[in-house]
């Protein structure tokens, strides 16, 4: 008897993602929660049943991005009154019910702590006819168990469609950020500091070395925070994570970000210094290279400090690199002020460094407690300084590399137009080394996924550009 049942259409999502790593990784696990809801990814935004942004409240720019694409979308709803459209993240926890009021054609607002709800809040959004609002409490709502109750951890399958390679991952290990920097909205919006327990960090990550990931970036707030009280009273570090997850099988790489100066303790550089797979690079933001300026921050170090922590640093984990963040323009902030931070940057010979300019945040403590009392034209000019500063150092350590041979992870096809001058063949790859600098060199794409060793011939500032040096098309044994 023939078969009369027929398979129902898919429906498209079309999901844009603004902000951090953390952003990412949420999108990926919402993606997999709605392909069990009958969805299929589209890039293409007119053919989508239901559109989606995956927002960011860290700077007014990126809330700007996403109610300009709103505004862009509205005909759209207007011609297909079955499209779903969705703000999720941050800035739906930060604006909560403003965000239906400014773009009431919006059907779901959802913040960071209840995106395991999307596919049951879009059903009900088509069901009732009305928007659905689900956030978490604010960090004065209460006790901090109920608050951080209402930040919902969920378990999703991980969807290898969504990653911009194949081979490289995020693993979230905490959520939550409890450090209160004047300047930060994340506190408020991603809840209390939360770490997950190492045995399902340790499984995701298995999962995700059976997918054919050689490569994942653990990610939290300030991530060398990470603490979790196993139930036999013994607390699991960074460091230890970090050895369970060096046994798997299939992995590589691992590397984590973000790092905060407070927490970067021996146990832990020792054992980036002594585990093989661990990348040699740390990401550990500085913000500003004057004392006054980091007090009105609550940074909770002085530049001393911070320079005493990059030093030890230094020695622990010789050729190791590091990154950083610096915030100009910040309340306050002097001619005197930025020259301190100017000098700080020039000491540091980070790789590379995060330049923004600040950004007063509405229910921030610096947005309360001080006027934002620099000229935005100042702001610019400060941010074009620090940013020739940083490329400068980066050229020259970069050039040092020329001649040398690096071992780096190969990425996939470079999506740079920046090509190794006088090279006029096929696209090239891309791949970092352990240290995370970037190499650009052709070979062939089924390098994807391997280690392979490359000789340097040329570099710029952000790359460095030359040839396979080892093996059989490349490979390292």
Not at 326 to 336: K, L, M, P, Q, R
Request: with cysteine.
């Amino acid at each position: 008897m023939a078969d009369d049942t027929t398979a129902q259409p898919s429906k498209k999502l079309y999901i844009e993602t603004v902000g951090c790593q953390m952003n990412v990784l949420d999108s990926e696990l919402v993606v997999a929660r709605l392909r069990d809801d009958g969805y299929e990814l589209t890039d293409d935004i007119d053919q989508a049943d239901a559109i989606l942004y995956n927002t960011c409240s860290v700077r007014q720019h990126a809330e700007d991005k996403i109610y300009s694409a709103l505004g862009r979308i509205k005909n759209l709803k207007r011609e297909k009154p079955g499209l779903s459209i969705g703000v999720l993240g941050c800035m739906a926890q930060k604006d909560q019910g403003s965000i239906l009021k400014r773009a009431p054609h919006v059907d779901v607002v959802i913040g960071p702590g209840q995106l395991g709800r999307v596919p049951e809040l879009l059903s009900k959004a088509r069901a009732e006819e009305k928007p659905q609002l689900a956030v978490s409490l604010a960090r004065n709502a209460g006790s901090r168990d109920r608050v951080t109750s209402s930040f919902d951890s969920y378990d999703a399958d991980r969807e290898p469609a969504v990653r911009p390679s194949p081979h490289q991952a995020y693993l979230r290990v905490m959520m939550g950020c409890d450090k209160f920097c004047t300047y930060c909205i994340v506190p408020s919006v991603r809840g209390p500091e939360q770490s997950r327990p190492p045995d399902a960090i340790v499984a995701e990550a298995r999962l995700l070395a059976l997918q054919g990931v050689k490569e994942i970036t653990l990610v939290g707030q300030t991530v060398n925070s990470y603490k979790h009280k196993t139930p036999d009273g013994r607390v699991a570090r960074l460091s230890d994570l970090l050895a369970r997850l060096h046994d798997i099988d299939g992995l590589v790489r691992i590397k984590f970000i973000t790092s905060f100066p407070n927490d970067m303790t021996d146990d832990l550089l020792q054992a980036v210094r002594d585990l093989p797979k661990v990348s040699r690079y740390i990401h550990v933001p500085a913000q500003s290279g004057c004392d006054d300026v980091l007090k009105r921050m609550k940074r909770m170090y002085t530049v001393a400090f911070y320079e005493e922590m990059l030093a030890r640093l230094r020695e622990t984990i010789p050729g190791s690199s590091v990154s950083s963040d610096f915030i100009v323009g910040f309340c306050g902030e002097t001619d005197e002020s930025f020259e301190k931070t100017a000098r700080l940057l020039e000491r540091s010979r980070f790789k590379n460094s995060f330049i923004f300019k600040y950004s007063a945040r509405t229910g921030t403590k610096a947005d309360s407690l001080f006027p934002d009392d620099v000229p935005d034209e100042v702001k610019r000019r400060r941010n074009h300084i620090l940013l020739d500063l940083q490329t400068a150092i980066s050229l020259e350590d970069n050039r040092a590399f020329i001649g040398r041979e690096v071992e780096v992870l190969v990425e996939g096809p470079s999506r740079s137009t920046t090509r190794k001058e006088g090279w006029d063949g096929p696209d090239q790859l891309v791949g970092r080394t352990t240290c995370d600098r970037i190499a650009v060199f052709p070979g062939p794409e089924s390098l994807a996924g391997e280690m392979a060793r490359v000789r340097i011939e040329q570099a710029s500032a952000v790359t460095l550009f030359g040839g396979l040096a080892g093996g059989a098309n490349g490979r390292t044994a």
